[in-house]
């Protein structure tokens, strides 16, 4: 099965390989999944969340130019929230400053404004 086969199938609104490596963009209730090497029976080598699909693909985009995956919310696979601006913290952590592992170069809340959340359940329901 192709990427495009797995990606349609699986509700994927996006897919695109660079190298050796696919990905595919699903989306969720109020967010969407950016998959690494998304496999047919569901499965993926890794997961980062994001806003929406805009935010995701800039990401990719600049995953294609530099090898570095920016912009995420939440990189599910090393299970590390980006919360309070740039602070990455580990699940189960108090998310407050001096809790952080360590800062990133972007910021989530300013993300959020720019990106704003998908609701897919807003879009189902809206008449």
Request: some cysteine.
């Amino acid at each position: 099965m192709g990427l495009q086969e797995i990606c349609d199938s699986a509700g994927g609104v996006w897919c695109d390989s660079t190298g050796d490596e696919d990905f595919m963009i699903v989306p969720l209730a109020f967010h969407v999944s950016l998959l690494l090497n998304p496999h047919q029976s569901g499965g993926n080598e890794q997961r980062w969340c994001y806003h929406n699909a805009d935010s995701a693909k800039r990401a990719f985009d600049h995953y294609k130019e530099t090898g570095k995956m920016r912009f995420w919310k939440k990189d599910h696979t090393a299970d590390i929230s980006i919360a309070c601006g740039n602070l990455a913290f580990n699940a189960g952590v108090r998310q407050v400053a001096g809790q952080e592992l360590y800062e990133v170069d972007w910021n989530v809340d300013e993300l959020a404004n720019e990106y704003p959340y998908v609701n897919v359940f807003d879009r189902m329901f809206a008449r």
